[in-house]
């Protein structure tokens, strides 16, 4: 079994899928893109995260055919990129996106106040970073 299909496996076997269109485009990312040079775990805990919605989803989407296209041989565009988008965030979504870049980063994740996140935006994080504990273990 490939990597991506084991993760896969391990991640709907411990039920970390909100749903099944969460489940549906965390499958299309991983099975379109697994084979560039650029798919790493780190990129992999990000497609968990971005599968959340729809709306995240198509900005990575959106990303990734832009890499593929551009023949990225790793993150670091995407990484920049991300940093960019964090700073324009209004609201605590700011955190969402300094998670994945702590993905990409292979870094540890922290909030130094969590009481000051939205509930809903606070339980996607945990979520994720159960996630990415799961598919370190893979």
Same mark, same amino acid.
């Given at each position: 079994?490939?990597?991506?299909? +084991?993760?896969?496996?391990?991640?709907?076997?411990? /039920?970390?899928?909100?749903?099944?269109?969460?489940?549906?485009?965390?499958? +299309?990312?991983?099975?379109?893109?697994?084979?560039?040079?650029?798919?790493?775990?780190?990129?992999?805990?990000?497609?968990?995260?971005?599968?959340?919605?729809? +709306?995240?989803?198509?900005?990575?989407?959106?990303?990734? &055919?832009?890499?593929?296209?551009?023949? %990225? /041989?790793?993150? /670091?565009?995407?990484?920049?990129?991300?940093?960019?988008?964090?700073?324009?965030?209004?609201?605590?979504?700011?955190?969402?996106? +300094?998670?994945?870049?702590?993905?990409?980063?292979?870094?540890?994740?922290?909030?130094?106040?969590?009481?000051?996140?939205?509930? %809903?935006?606070?339980?996607?994080?945990?979520? &994720?970073?159960?996630?990415? %504990?799961?598919?370190?273990?893979?």
């Amino acid at each position: 079994m490939k990597w991506k299909d +084991e993760c896969f496996a391990a991640l709907d076997r411990e /039920k970390m899928f909100e749903n099944s269109g969460h489940r549906t485009r965390f499958k +299309e990312l991983t099975d379109c893109y697994c084979s560039y040079p650029f798919f790493t775990r780190g990129l992999c805990k990000c497609m968990y995260l971005s599968a959340w919605d729809e +709306e995240h989803f198509c900005i990575m989407l959106e990303e990734l &055919a832009e890499m593929s296209l551009g023949k %990225e /041989k790793n993150t /670091k565009e995407m990484r920049n990129k991300g940093e960019i988008i964090a700073e324009e965030q209004k609201d605590d979504e700011y955190y969402v996106y +300094e998670l994945s870049n702590s993905f990409l980063d292979d870094k540890p994740f922290s909030i130094d106040d969590p009481a000051k996140i939205r509930p %809903e935006i606070r339980y996607i994080i945990e979520r &994720a970073q159960k996630a990415a %504990e799961i598919i370190d273990q893979i």
